[in-house]
């Protein structure tokens, strides 16, 4: 027995092949989340749901919830104001769409071919105020909208 002690003696913790395993496991971790897109999560918004298989690309964000109209997390309009505003346009959409254009490096490669939007919108969102989004994007030359919505299972 007095052998094996001195042989064995007291094991411990290898603390480099713990590191290693560490490493590996975080740039696993890193790569793997770069490659999915998060949309915000919003409480007060319901999503529509397609069976569309595309993935978005990363672009500007309009969120219309309920009550009021976010540009990446950041509220440019009321709802009510908007519907009971007669003009087609949105002011504050307007001017928050211009704002990140001006700051966009995207660069405009053709006729007709516009600056990528994501619309994030309530499924119940009233068509009129739908309408008057898209007319505000057009008019700040966002014209390659896309619509977010969850992905529906078939079956």
Do not use: W
Not at 4 to 27: E, N, P, Q, Y
Not at 41 to 59: F, G, H, Q, V
Not at 62 to 87: H, K, N, P, W, Y
């Amino acid at each position: 027995m007095e052998r094996f002690r001195k042989l064995h003696g007291k094991s411990g913790i290898h603390l480099v092949s713990l590191m290693d395993i560490f490493t590996i496991l975080v740039f696993f971790l890193l790569v793997s989340s770069s490659s999915v897109q998060q949309l915000p999560n919003i409480k007060d918004l319901t999503l529509p749901t397609t069976i569309a298989e595309k993935s978005p690309r990363e672009t500007l964000v309009i969120t219309i919830t309920r009550d009021r109209i976010l540009v990446q997390g950041v509220e440019v309009a009321r709802i009510d104001d908007i519907l009971l505003d007669a003009s087609p346009l949105i002011a504050g959409l307007e001017k928050e769409l211009r704002f990140h254009a001006s700051r966009s490096s995207f660069v405009i490669s053709g006729e007709g071919i516009g600056r990528p939007v994501t619309i994030m919108g309530d499924e119940n969102v009233p068509y009129q105020l739908l309408r008057k989004v898209l007319v505000t994007c057009r008019q700040a030359n966002y014209t390659s909208i896309a619509f977010s919505a969850i992905q529906a299972v078939e079956g």
